[in-house]
């Protein structure tokens, strides 16, 4: 009877085992999560899991691990970025004048609004101005919001380039009034006055190896190329110019997608990740989709003006924290990744996220090891003993020997 009861037991553990091996034999890497105790729990995803892990996330598994089965780990993936809103605050035109200061414009609310931004735009085209911003609620007694602020156009057969966007801190008055100092009558088409809102999302600094600056007079450009530390997100690039004079250079940044061995070394290839400008008029600050990549190139256009001279660079990116429900209790959890065919799974939570609580207890995520469940079928040969090939390979030379031997008698 105990060896029937031990021989039970034993069939019963190589059942669990199978079973256990069976949903995490085809992901590569393992991650412990420890610190589980309560149902909800979050966990920012570490920096070195991004270079194993699929494309989309959509191999991220947390199993849980106990002595009758394996339970999957609902679990939801967000990417802590900005949320940046628009609102559009109706004004008027209600006076247009021009005196010793300037050319003026008057808007006018119907209540006292808060606005944080203006957009001009003009008909003129080739124009450098000087800017004051202010704002009253009778009409009679102004305050300075902005002063000396420049607004430019230029439009030309290689350039087409205008920054007339006033930004300036929260102002709340019921009218505001844009001062030009210009030499001419500027033609004012339209004038969008928002109020921008951003909630600051969560990010951390991206460290690079360095960045290798190469000017090339023959295409008139500069490269600049910053091969990181680690493959993880990008979100945001700050260049810092140490240029005295006025400059606008068109800028395209883009990103590896994935690398190949040549006689010369390690080649890359790129895709675009973003287009637009640098200029002594803006911030050199520039904000994309977050992005996994190992480096980044950036390339800028000098046409026949000298090189810029860069002295440093910022990068960021915007982390990404898993938000699981630990349903059932369980001996040991982790968290699974590096297969390639798997698919995206499908938990009921991301319909009722208004149901997660506000604080969650952060897990404790653990360093990568692999995953000794790992298995790989690969597929075997049809004859593993050569012999079996020579005696094949034999009997079909004596068949074709036969049958020509046969047609030659005939």
């Known amino acids: 009877m105990m060896l029937k009861l031990k021989i039970s037991t034993l069939l019963l553990f190589t059942l669990l085992f199978t079973i256990t091996k069976a949903q995490t034999n085809n992901f590569k890497f393992k991650r412990n999560i420890t610190g589980v105790n309560a149902t909800w729990h979050s966990f920012k995803l570490p920096e070195g899991l991004y270079q194993h892990v699929g494309l989309?996330?959509?191999?991220?598994?947390?199993?849980?691990?106990?002595?009758?089965?394996?339970?999957?780990?609902?679990?939801?993936?967000?990417?802590?970025?900005?949320?940046?809103?628009?609102?559009?605050?109706?004004?008027?035109?209600?006076?247009?004048?021009?005196?010793?200061?300037?050319?003026?414009?008057?808007?006018?609310?119907?209540?006292?609004?808060?606005?944080?931004?203006?957009?001009?735009?003009?008909?003129?085209?080739?124009?450098?101005?000087?800017?004051?911003?202010?704002?009253?609620?009778?009409?009679?007694?102004?305050?300075?919001?902005?002063?000396?602020?420049?607004?430019?156009?230029?439009?030309?057969?290689?350039?087409?380039?205008?920054?007339?966007?006033?930004?300036?801190?929260?102002?709340?008055?019921?009218?505001?009034r844009v001062a030009l100092k210009s030499q001419i009558q500027p033609e004012l088409l339209t004038a969008k006055i928002s109020r921008i809102d951003t909630i600051r999302g969560i990010s951390q600094e991206v460290k690079y190896k360095s960045f290798n600056i190469q000017n090339d007079a023959v295409q008139k450009e500069t490269i600049i190329e910053i091969p990181l530390k680690n493959t993880v997100p990008v979100s945001f690039l700050k260049l810092k110019a140490m240029n005295t004079f006025d400059f606008y250079r068109p800028l395209k940044i883009e990103y590896v997608t994935d690398s190949f061995k040549t006689d010369k070394g390690i080649r890359y290839h790129y895709a675009n990740l973003y287009q637009g400008t640098i200029s002594s008029f803006e911030k050199s600050e520039y904000h994309f989709p977050n992005t996994?990549?190992?480096?980044?190139?950036?390339?800028?256009?000098?046409?026949?003006?000298?090189?810029?001279?860069?002295?440093?660079?910022?990068?960021?990116g915007n982390i990404y924290e898993i938000i699981a429900r630990f349903d059932n209790p369980a001996l040991s959890y982790a968290l699974y990744y590096g297969n390639e065919k798997s698919t995206a799974p499908s938990y009921e939570i991301e319909k009722f996220q208004s149901k997660i609580p506000a604080d969650l207890t952060p897990a404790i995520i653990g360093e990568e090891q692999k995953n000794p469940a790992y298995s790989v079928k690969i597929p075997k040969p049809i004859f593993e003993n050569k012999a079996w090939l020579w005696i094949v390979m034999s009997v079909i030379i004596a068949l074709l020997g036969w049958f020509s031997f046969r047609m030659l008698k005939n």
């Open 56 to 176: 989309g996330f959509d191999d991220l598994r947390i199993f849980g691990i106990n002595d009758k089965d394996t339970l999957e780990v609902p679990y939801l993936l967000k990417q802590k970025d900005e949320l940046i809103s628009s609102q559009d605050i109706p004004f008027k035109q209600i006076n247009q004048s021009s005196n010793a200061a300037g050319y003026l414009f008057t808007f006018q609310s119907p209540q006292v609004s808060t606005i944080n931004q203006i957009t001009l735009n003009f008909k003129d085209q080739n124009f450098d101005w000087q800017v004051k911003l202010e704002g009253s609620n009778d009409n009679t007694e102004w305050f300075t919001i902005l002063n000396n602020y420049r607004i430019l156009s230029i439009k030309n057969k290689s350039t087409d380039y205008h920054f007339t966007k006033l930004d300036f801190a929260d102002s709340k008055y019921q009218y505001f």
């Open 292 to 316: 996994i990549t190992s480096g980044l190139r950036i390339t800028i256009q000098n046409n026949d003006n000298q090189p810029l001279r860069l002295s440093d660079l910022e990068l960021k």
